[in-house]
């Protein structure tokens, strides 16, 4: 009985196992490179290099496709560098002369004594940047919106120099009192809630993020229920419009009673 050509044998495996890994390539090839790049949406048919360099990440001189526009005005304030850093004592000096316009709302001492936000110590770039928002239509108010209109750029600098010269209103959670609600000190980590406090000041403070200590608690709870609805939209990068909206009726009331907590007034003694 003859033996079997082993050498036939282990050409005829080799040739067949190269042309299979062969076609297995070029098929992938072909599904990645060519076919699926052409079927995602909204994608029209493009060459063959044009469909390799999409698959690939390589951005094409002759793609035409249009930027997309948020349906809403965004901030244009880089917040980074909206303000200096450094104290201006000619600043502060035509910012307070500019804030006798705004102590009816305000008051007189950047303390407000109706449900308007307190300004007195806020930092510089959150009054810049509200400020220029709302001359930019960013942000829609129907007392503040035609006022800023009017403000040069010097002003607007000016006036949120003075109001962070005005000593602020401290935190007032005397022990005893009413606990700090879970929100604000732990946030809800599940539903991406980081704690108010991380951002807001009495933890740590997030660059263009208010101070909220001593603020109105129904201001708060307006702003907050405006950036839930989408009604504000002048956040940086949805920040707080996502925040609001996975916030609870409850949580919202909790947060905004605990930071409108103010000291008694001093009584005059005889």
Not at 88 to 114: F, K, N, Y
Not at 146 to 153: C, D, G, I, M, V
Not at 217 to 244: C, P
Not at 260 to 269: H, I
Request: charged letters at 20%; one cysteine or more.
């Amino acid at each position: 009985m003859a033996e079997p050509d082993l050498g036939k044998i282990n050409i005829r495996w080799t040739f067949t196992s190269v042309a299979l890994t062969a076609g297995i390539f070029v098929a992938s090839v072909i599904l990645g490179f060519v076919l699926l790049p052409n079927l995602e949406a909204g994608q029209q048919a493009a060459s063959l290099w044009d469909s390799i360099c999409r698959a690939a990440g390589v951005p094409r001189a002759s793609e035409t496709g249009e930027t997309v526009k948020p349906e809403y005005k965004t901030s244009l304030v880089k917040i980074s560098s909206a303000v200096s850093s450094v104290r201006d004592d000619a600043a502060i000096g035509r910012g307070a002369t500019l804030a006798q316009q705004c102590a009816i709302c305000h008051g007189p001492t950047g303390v407000s004594r109706a449900d308007s936000p307190n300004l007195a110590g806020q930092y510089a770039s959150v009054v810049y940047k509200q400020l220029r928002d709302f001359k930019d239509g960013v942000r829609v108010n129907a007392i503040m919106s035609p006022f800023a209109l009017n403000l040069s750029e010097r002003d607007m600098q000016d006036l949120a120099a003075y109001y962070a010269y005005l000593p602020r209103l401290p935190g007032f959670h005397p022990a005893g009192g009413n606990p700090v609600p879970r929100i604000v000190a732990s946030g809800a980590p599940i539903r991406g809630i980081a704690p108010c406090g991380s951002c807001h000041g009495s933890i740590e403070n997030k660059l263009g993020s208010p101070w909220l200590e001593g603020q109105s608690e129904l201001y708060l709870k307006t702003q907050l229920a405006a950036f839930a609805s989408g009604a504000r939209e002048n956040d940086i990068t949805r920040q707080m419009r996502n925040v609001a909206h996975a916030m609870t009726p409850e949580e919202i009331e909790a947060a905004a009673k605990y930071y409108a907590n103010k000291p008694p007034p001093v009584q005059a003694t005889e």
